[in-house]
């Protein structure tokens, strides 16, 4: 059983994000596989935070609209935060929630985009943002490995509830990763008993090349996408589809599109050319082409689109069947 964490000091920051900023669309992802990392409902979102041996609880609540946005950030602490503590935290959550990150440039130069048009009326306003670390994102990473959804689930599930930490904040029960140097302690017996398979030799073997490799989350933020990802792909069990996760997610990299999982390919080959299938090679040229420096941004807004027709019930049929929920 991982440990559990109560968390009852409250303080209250309010961030005016620059516009435009669509908090729903930004912090949510209907496309990502559930989990009990993160709790939403509209117009607020909650979930775990750490930086080094510190751990918070975060809720976000959206006070204004997306042409004037203002987000309450109420964080839950142990003890009462100090100016400099409670600043690291507002900075780490604007990083992830991109609060800062002008993209109004984006629309202006495809708002009349016959493809995207349509879709940046619908969703204006709609940033990247990744509630998880580096390492936390990782994690997930393993868990997506050749399965289907519902496996994922359950084995991030067991291992949370194993090896993980329960938060409990704000009346919510959310959980967030172990550390990496306490995986790489974790024998691959151990873990294969909790049937992840294969997996168990990678949760071990990302752990310890985490730790040895001395991964910097803040000096990755820094560099270029070309030195980034070079480091990246040092990681034991790390290739092209976990660095572009990485990349584009952790480290808000908008001109990488650089790679198509399988799974992704058939959704993008019928948003995107209305054809069951489409090499991958044909659908990064295409989108590349089109979107330029905005390129993975732009493929979200259409890949997101799908997932949040399904979120508000309208299932699509050859979906459900591609993503075997």
């Not at 968390?7 to 900023?21: D, M, T």
């Not at 935070?49 to 004037?68: D, E, F, H, Q």
């Amino acid at each position: 059983m991982g440990k559990i964490i109560n968390l009852k000091n409250r303080a209250s920051f309010f961030v005016k994000p620059v516009s435009p900023y669509d908090f729903d669309s930004t912090v949510f992802k209907p496309s990502h596989y559930p989990d009990h990392l993160k709790f939403y409902e509209p117009g607020r979102y909650w979930f775990v935070l750490r930086l080094g041996n510190r751990v918070y609880g975060i809720k976000l609540v959206s006070k204004g609209t997306i042409r004037s946005p203002k987000v309450q950030v109420i964080i839950f602490s142990r003890t009462k935060l100090s100016k400099k503590e409670l600043k690291e935290v507002i900075d780490e959550v604007s990083y992830r929630f991109e609060f800062q990150k002008d993209i109004s440039g984006f629309f202006k130069k495809f708002k009349n985009d016959k493809i995207l048009s349509s879709f940046l009326k619908k969703w204006y306003g709609m940033h990247g943002s990744c509630a998880q670390d580096l390492y936390g994102l990782l994690m997930i990473g393993i868990f997506l490995q050749n399965t289907v959804i519902k496996r994922s689930i359950q084995m991030t599930d067991v291992m949370l509830k194993k090896y993980g930490i329960k938060v409990k904040f704000d009346g919510k029960e959310l959980y967030y990763f172990w550390k990496p140097e306490e995986m790489m302690k974790v024998s691959e017996e151990e873990l294969r008993a909790l049937k992840v398979g294969y997996r168990a030799k990678l949760f071990r073997k990302v752990s310890e090349t985490f730790v040895k490799e001395r991964v910097d989350e803040l000096k990755l933020r820094k560099l270029s996408v070309q030195k980034a990802r070079k480091k990246l792909l040092k990681l034991y069990g790390v290739g092209p589809e976990t660095a572009r996760i990485l990349l584009t997610e952790a480290l808000h990299h908008y001109e990488i599109f650089d790679h198509v999982a399988p799974w992704q390919q058939k959704i993008y080959s019928r948003l995107l050319f209305k054809k069951t299938l489409i090499s991958p090679e044909k659908i990064i040229k295409y989108v590349r082409k089109k979107w330029g420096e905005w390129a993975n941004l732009a493929a979200n807004y259409i890949f997101e689109d799908v997932f949040w027709q399904r979120e508000k019930g309208n299932k699509i049929e050859w979906l459900e069947k591609e993503i075997r929920r």
